[in-house]
């Protein structure tokens, strides 16, 4: 039988690993061969010791035997409580070779936003969007591949990664295809559970083939490894015993090889007996015998050296081991011959003079877990005062602290805190929740108590609505909180239980904040918290709401910021009722200050959250002035994107733009925007209610552009379809879904889903006839069936038309009459439409109008306008209708 041998370059950890080197040999050939090539991602998965780092280690010497760039990184046991460190650790070899200034000019925009997560700037006074930071260094290694290309990433025990990074990870091997680099993952199975693990999976599920399980070696591997390192007279009895012993476990083979070569013992049967002694000193509790034997000096060398479990040099082990130099350089000799530490992997990356590592991750693990778990907290104390003391800041500490046991101790409770502030400033919102999670059970001293339950709600707020809901009401009900952070907390209580679907609740909250005020500001925010909140949650408002915010809006001047914000409700609420739109510019233009948003008022100003900004661009965009309504989405676009806040922020403010798009008859535009508005919208989570408005935008575009396949077959792949959210989305989902149902050729369905939306419509007091359209596309649908019903719509539709009084609602009022008509009367109120639309800003209608009209009077001249502005707006489907008839030429003059 033929004994599997290693090529001679490689080392003993690599016997029977010939199929998984080839695959790094055809991986790295394939990046090598072509900078345009797309991009690879290999996954090796395995237990403990099966070899999976001896893999990274080949494919270091192959990528660089091959001219490439290569990073190594690595998860560590200890280290999943420290955010962005496995990146971190990637980038260093780039980062370190750049000055500031060039790290600027790499990075771009990405700068400021990743920056402060990698370490290599402050971070900015806004907070960090983690959507953004995560796409920021998704952006930063790209950019900086393109310049070190061919480039291998190397990333080891990523089961023990960070969860930041394995965000990171997992966004970054998803892009891939377009991106000419090499990325090795080496992980254990299980290991994790959560969102690591949703990440792991999404890694795996991006390699675009199976995942490399490695197995152990056969017994006749075994052998040759053997027999290679103690010698070919190393008889068949002993071989078989050493895989008994290891289970053909790489690792734990080599140590036992290693131990066996060291105590001179005879490779023969007589000997095979000693192997399972020896073996037991290489792992566990043998191991820490072995260790104890070395003495107690070294002995607790190891043990702080575990508690470092990075970075670990003489001088800081020494510092915390309490030993002076001289002991701690001897007993760290003593460790590396005993084969427990040993210098850096020079490949894994850069590391510094005197730097020291565990051998295997295994006898780290062993190591640890033997200190007694009294001296272990107390080491991790120390620990944090060392790191503390060595200026690397509280966020650094912070892991040593969280292993701390209770103790009352008022100063690490404002560490804590101080770290979760620094964890919120990069964009780590879970780890400053572990942070104050583990403050709380200090606890904090009566006075601080509310602010750090007031934090962690902050923290949680969009990753646990329910968590923050609790933490939110238990601070309200202790003292500590008074004034301005009240009122705060309060906001982001009535914030989490919305997100919660608790909408009630969330008013109630509100209000009876609002009524234990006296009258000023803090009672009129509060006021205008809850009408805010019950005009995105339209179906819940309650009676009277619009003549109690008409009387309040009434008395506001404009002149801070709860006052505009009365302003922007009221004109918001004025506009979906359909009240004149001339009042209603007249007030939204109240809430500006010289036509631009107020200080404090902005798009990412925290204050006041972005609901309230949207509905007053909307109410600019449905009252014809589809300037001023992209103006403040474009610049909502801006601030979103250079404050890196590229979650749900960023997909509204796509979605608000690509509507604006559509209102303005730029149909390309429009769908292109509402396509990212999507993508975007699908990470941060299906059913919200910005992923309903991005949705529901594109279809309503596609519908426009007469894409009516394509419109059907987003709304079926991205469930546009009841039951819809209590939230009002824009363009009205009833509506837009109805007009969908009609143009596929559904028509029962679709009357019953326009008369659903007319349902809604009353039970909200009335509706804007342009913002929910329904009346004429159910006009429309009933003109054969039910013709006079159909007239009421249609008569109903010009009367609030004419109520609101844009040119855009009169003129479809009036398209839809003509297309109840016929002969003369049909012909003079399509012109009547035309004559309206052609002084509207919505050029699609204006278009489907002048067809209308060319078809109607049988004019070529008017077909042909209609036809020209309609291949301008992009409305395939106007364009197709009008070349048909012009084609025919039937009756035309």
């Known amino acids: ?73 690595r998860g560590g046991e200890t280290l999943r409580s420290v955010p962005f460190n496995v990146v971190r650790q990637l980038l260093q070899p780039a980062l370190m070779s750049l000055l500031p200034e060039e790290a600027r000019e790499y990075l771009g925009d990405w700068y400021d936003i990743a920056g402060p997560a990698l370490g290599i700037t402050e971070p900015s006074e806004l907070r960090a969007d983690p959507q953004g930071v995560c796409d920021g260094l998704v952006a930063a290694v790209r950019r900086l591949a393109k310049r070190d290309w061919p480039l291998v990433l190397l990333v080891d025990d990523a089961h023990w990664a960070d969860q930041e990074s394995l965000r990171w990870l997992s966004a970054f091997a998803e892009r891939l295809d377009d991106l000419s680099v090499l990325v090795v993952v080496a992980r254990r199975p299980g290991e994790v559970s959560g969102e690591s693990a949703r990440y792991l999976d999404s890694v795996a599920a991006s390699a675009g083939g199976p995942v490399t399980n490695i197995s152990a070696l056969t017994p006749d591997a075994v052998a040759g490894l053997t027999r290679a390192t103690l010698g070919t007279h190393a008889d068949a009895p002993f071989c078989r015993e050493v895989w008994a012993v290891t289970g053909g476990n790489p690792y734990e083979t080599n140590e036992l090889l290693a131990k066996v070569r060291d105590s001179e013992l005879e490779p023969a049967e007589s000997s095979a007996g000693e192997l399972r002694a020896l073996n037991r000193s290489a792992r566990g509790g043998g191991l820490v015998a072995r260790l104890e034997q070395l003495g107690i000096d070294a002995t607790r060398f190891a043990w702080a050296a575990a508690i470092l479990g990075t970075g670990i040099s003489v001088d800081l082990v020494a510092r915390l081991a309490t030993m002076g130099r001289d002991d701690a350089e001897r007993c760290a000799e003593l460790l590396r011959s005993a084969r427990i530490l040993t210098e850096p992997d020079p490949t894994a990356g850069p590391a510094k003079e005197g730097d020291l590592q565990f051998l295997h991750p295994l006898i780290a693990s062993a190591v640890y877990n033997s200190i007694p778990d009294a001296l272990c907290t107390a080491m991790h104390g120390i620990a944090a005062q060392v790191v503390n003391d060595s200026g690397l800041g509280a966020a650094a500490a912070a892991r040593h602290l969280l292993q701390v046991h209770p103790d009352d101790d008022e100063e690490l409770v404002e560490q804590l805190r101080e770290a979760a502030r620094e964890h919120i400033a990069v964009g780590a919102p879970d780890a400053a929740r572990h942070c104050l999670e583990r403050a709380l059970l200090e606890p904090p001293r009566p006075e601080a108590h509310a602010r750090v339950l007031y934090e962690l709600g902050c923290a949680t707020l969009l990753t646990a609505p329910a968590r923050t809901i609790g933490h939110l009401r238990t601070a309200l009900a202790m003292p500590g909180l008074d004034g301005g952070e009240r009122v705060d907390a309060v906001f982001r209580l009535s914030q989490a239980l919305l997100h919660n679907d608790q909408l009630e609740e969330a008013v109630r909250t509100v209000e009876a904040e609002a009524a234990r005020h006296r009258a000023g500001p803090s009672r009129m925010r509060l006021q205008a918290v809850q009408y805010m909140w019950e005009g995105i949650y339209g179906e819940a408002t309650s009676p009277g709401r619009s003549e109690r915010l008409a009387e309040l809006a009434r008395t506001c001047t404009g002149r801070d910021n709860s006052e505009r914000a009365l302003l922007i409700l009221r004109a918001f609420d004025s506009m979906a009722h359909g009240e004149n739109a001339e009042e209603v510019v007249e007030v939204a233009d109240r809430a500006l200050v010289n036509g631009r948003l107020a200080p404090g008022l902005g798009w990412t100003d925290t204050e006041w959250g972005s609901e309230l900004l949207m509905m007053l661009g909307n109410s600019y965009a449905y009252a014809d002035r589809l300037d001023r309504a992209e103006s403040l989405f474009a610049e909502a676009l ?98 837009v879904r109805g007009r969908l149902l009609l143009a596929v050729g559904r028509t029962k369905e679709g009357i019953n889903e326009l008369e659903a939306a007319e349902k809604a419509a009353a039970a909200r007091g009335g509706h804007n006839p342009v913002l929910a359209p329904w009346t004429v596309d159910l006009a429309r649908a009933l003109a054969v069936e039910d013709p006079a019903r159909a007239a009421r719509l249609a008569a109903d539709a010009r009367r609030q038309a004419e109520r609101f009084g844009t040119d855009t609602a009169i003129g479809e009022a009036l398209r839809c009459a003509a297309a109840l008509e016929s002969g003369q009367r049909a012909v003079r109120l399509a012109g009547q439409a035309v004559a309206y639309l052609e002084s509207s ?29 309609a291949r301008s707006c992009g409305a395939d489907g106007l364009v197709a209708q009008a070349r048909e008839v012009l084609d025919t030429g039937r009756g035309l003059r």
Not at 841 to 869: F, K
């Open 1 to 73: 039988m033929t004994e599997a041998r290693p090529t001679a370059a490689a080392s003993a950890s690599l016997w029977e690993r010939d199929r998984e080197v080839a695959a790094i040999e055809r991986a790295v050939d394939t990046l090598c061969a072509d900078r345009s090539s797309p991009g690879s991602l290999l996954v090796f998965r395995g237990e403990a010791g099966l070899g999976k780092t001896a893999l990274l280690a080949e494919t270091h010497r192959i990528a660089e035997a091959r001219g490439c760039t290569v990073w190594s990184t």
């Open 638 to 735: 801006r601030a979103y994107t250079l404050a890196g806040w590229s979650g749900g922020h960023l997909a509204l403010a796509n979605a608000f733009l690509g509507l604006a798009y559509r209102r303005q008859g730029r149909l390309r535009d429009a769908e292109t925007i509402l396509r990212e508005s999507l993508r975007l919208a699908e990470r941060v989570g299906r059913g919200l209610p910005l992923y309903w408005s991005a949705t529901c935008g594109l279809v309503d575009t596609l519908l426009a552009r007469g894409h009516v396949e394509e419109a059907w077959s987003v709304a079926e792949q991205y469930g546009f379809a009841p039951p819809y959210p209590s939230t009002i989305v824009l363009p009205d989902t009833r509506s």
């Open 841 to 869: 800003p919505c050029q699609y209608e204006h278009a489907a109008a002048r067809v209308e009209y060319g078809i109607a009077a049988r004019s070529v001249a008017d077909l042909n306008r209609g036809l020209a502005l």
